[in-house]
C-alpha cells in the first residue's frame, strides 16, 4: 500500500515557475513507476510527465516537453514536478500516482494509488 500526498500548488502568473513535491508513504514506493496527471474543470485527466523506478528514463507530454521536468529521490520517497514557463493552459488540478506493476506509462487506469491532488492556476 502506498499513500502520496501532493504539495507545492498556487496562483502563479504566466512565465512563473512552480515545483510541486509528492510525499510517499510505503517501502514499495522505490520500486514504482510514478507518474504525474491534471485535470482542469470541464476536461478529462490527461498525462503530464511519468518516470521509471529507478529514475532513469522519463516521458513528458507534447504539452510541457521542454518547459517541466519529473524526478525522484527514492531515498527520500519523494517525487518532484519542476514546472518553468507556465501558461495559463496549464492551470489544473495536478495529481500524482505510481503504479505497482509495470514500466512507466500515460495512461491513467494503469496506476493504482493516487494523491488527492494540488491546485495550480496561472494568470494570464
Known amino acids: 500500500q502506498v499513500r502520496l500526498v501532493e504539495s507545492g500548488g498556487g496562483v502563479v502568473q504566466a512565465g512563473a515557475s512552480l515545483t510541486l513535491s509528492c510525499a510517499a508513504s510505503?517501502?514499495?514506493?522505490?520500486?514504482?513507476?510514478m507518474g504525474w496527471f491534471r485535470q482542469a474543470p470541464g476536461k478529462e485527466r490527461e498525462f503530464v510527465a511519468a518516470?521509471?523506478?529507478?529514475?532513469?528514463?522519463?516521458y513528458y507530454a507534447g504539452s510541457v516537453r521542454g518547459r517541466f521536468t519529473i524526478s525522484r529521490d527514492n531515498a527520500k520517497n519523494m517525487a518532484y514536478l519542476q514546472m518553468n514557463s507556465l501558461k495559463p493552459e496549464d492551470t489544473a488540478v495536478y495529481y500524482c500516482?505510481?503504479?505497482?506493476?509495470?514500466?512507466?506509462?500515460?495512461?491513467?487506469?494503469?496506476?493504482?494509488?493516487w494523491g488527492q491532488g494540488t491546485q495550480v492556476t496561472v494568470s494570464s
Open positions: 510505503g517501502r514499495a514506493f522505490s520500486s514504482y513507476a
Open positions: 518516470i521509471s523506478w529507478s529514475g532513469d528514463v522519463t
Open positions: 500516482a505510481c503504479r505497482s506493476v509495470g514500466g512507466l506509462a500515460t495512461y491513467a487506469p494503469l496506476y493504482d494509488y
